[in-house]
């Protein structure tokens, strides 16, 4: 609870920062640089949360990672960060960064969960209803899980939408395990 709150508030002062001098573009694709680094390397998160390791070896890890890589205002916000302790946080910053950038442009995330993968025109319908029920363009994201045999699951928001063979047996499982016959003799 606390690891969120403290990105909530460093990724709406970066969001802010970027609006005020017109580089959300560039700091929004820097956030997903600094995201996916952290999400494929473990090493450097394990760095990153290191109380071992001193603030200023870690500025200069970062700096030999991100140098030409990243804008000047996502480099030096970074600096700021190490520089008040909160390196730890670097990976749930950029997140709510890019949910934020998100939301502010009117993108929903969805994800669509299926046994055996969608074709590009349910791909499509799918987009197009979820966008007309939210007014929101629609990024959508695929998973593909064997054990819900057919059907799918769509999420987005607040919502959750299970179509699935497996929770259809799951409901007739619990339907049967209801014992409606009552001894009347």
Do not use: H, W
């Amino acid at each position: 609870m606390k690891e969120t709150r403290i990105a909530i508030r460093y990724a709406k002062a970066l969001f802010e920062l970027a609006l005020e001098q017109n580089s959300l573009e560039q700091t929004n694709s820097d956030m997903i640089l600094v995201s996916d680094v952290c999400f494929e390397n473990k090493d450097f998160r394990l760095m990153l949360s290191s109380p071992i390791i001193k603030s200023d070896k870690k500025q200069g890890v970062l700096k030999t990672v991100f140098q030409g890589k990243l804008g000047k205002l996502s480099l030096a916000y970074l600096n700021i960060i190490t520089a008040k302790r909160r390196e730890s946080f670097i990976e749930p910053i950029a997140a709510q960064f890019l949910a934020l950038y998100k939301d502010y442009k009117g993108i929903l995330p969805a994800v669509l969960t299926t046994a055996s993968g969608a074709d590009d025109n349910i791909r499509n319908k799918v987009k197009e209803l979820v966008g007309g029920f939210t007014k929101k363009e629609i990024e959508l994201q695929e998973e593909i899980k064997k054990e819900i045999i057919g059907g799918f699951i769509l999420k987005f928001g607040q919502y959750q939408f299970d179509d699935s063979i497996r929770k259809k047996i799951m409901k007739l499982k619990r339907e049967f395990n209801i014992n409606v016959y009552e001894k009347g003799f």
